[in-house]
Every structure is written in C-alpha cells, then in structure tokens.
C-alpha cells in the first residue's frame, strides 16, 4: 500500500502564492510517477502537473509559468511539492496528490485551496 499525505492548502488573495505538499509512503518502488489534480465544484479532476522518479515534469497549459512541480527522493518517503504563484480565482479547487507506480494508484485525501479576495 501506499499512503499520501497532502498539506499546504489555504484562503489567499488573487495575485498570491502557496506551497503544496504531499508525502508519499509505503510501498513507493524506486520508479513512480506522481501527479497533483485538482477538481473544482461541479467540474471533472483535472491533471495540474507531473513528475516522474527521473525528475521529467510536465504541467497542464493553464498553470504553466505560474506552478512548478518539484519531488525530493528521501530513502523511505519521496515529498511532492507544488508551488503556486499569480494564483487566480479559478484556481480554486481540491488539490489531490496521486502516485502510479507497477502496482499501484493511489490518491490522497486533497487539501483545499481557495483564491478569493
């Protein structure tokens, strides 16, 4: 099994920044690719970024050059960090964290983030 653990979520303002992260454990395998989502109120999960054990990332277009996605390997826990800049009002969402390895899907609990003035 794994388990994921994100934190970070908040109210900001438009024009803020935060700093997701998620903690990932358990059965990880030393090749994973982990994602964070986001699903809005009555809008489907929507991919925000991606980062494979090799250190490859991709985003989605309308986060480019605001977020950035970034994972630390530690021996028993690998950290999945989304920095968010410039955050809009359409940003708001719950932010899951999603790791695929060989074996396993797994998703975190989300951590909510709100962008209102």
């Known amino acids: 099994q794994v388990q994921l653990v994100e934190s970070g979520g908040g109210l900001v303002q438009p024009g803020g920044s935060l700093r997701l992260s998620c903690a990932a454990s358990?059965?990880?395998?030393?090749?994973?690719?982990m994602y964070w989502y986001r699903q809005a109120p009555g809008k489907q999960r929507e991919l925000v970024a991606g980062?494979?054990?090799?250190?490859?990332?991709?985003?989605a277009d309308s986060v480019k050059c605001r977020f950035s996605v970034s994972r630390d390997n530690a021996q028993n826990t690998v950290y999945l960090y989304l920095q968010m800049n410039s955050l809009r009002p359409e940003d708001t969402a719950v932010y899951y964290c999603?790791?695929?390895?060989?074996?396993?899907?797994?998703w975190g609990q989300g951590t909510q983030v709100t962008v209102s003035s």
């Open positions: 980062v494979t054990s090799d250190g490859i990332t991709n985003s």
């Open positions: 358990g059965s990880i395998f030393s090749r994973n690719t």
């Open positions: 999603n790791l695929r390895n060989v074996l396993y899907n797994s």
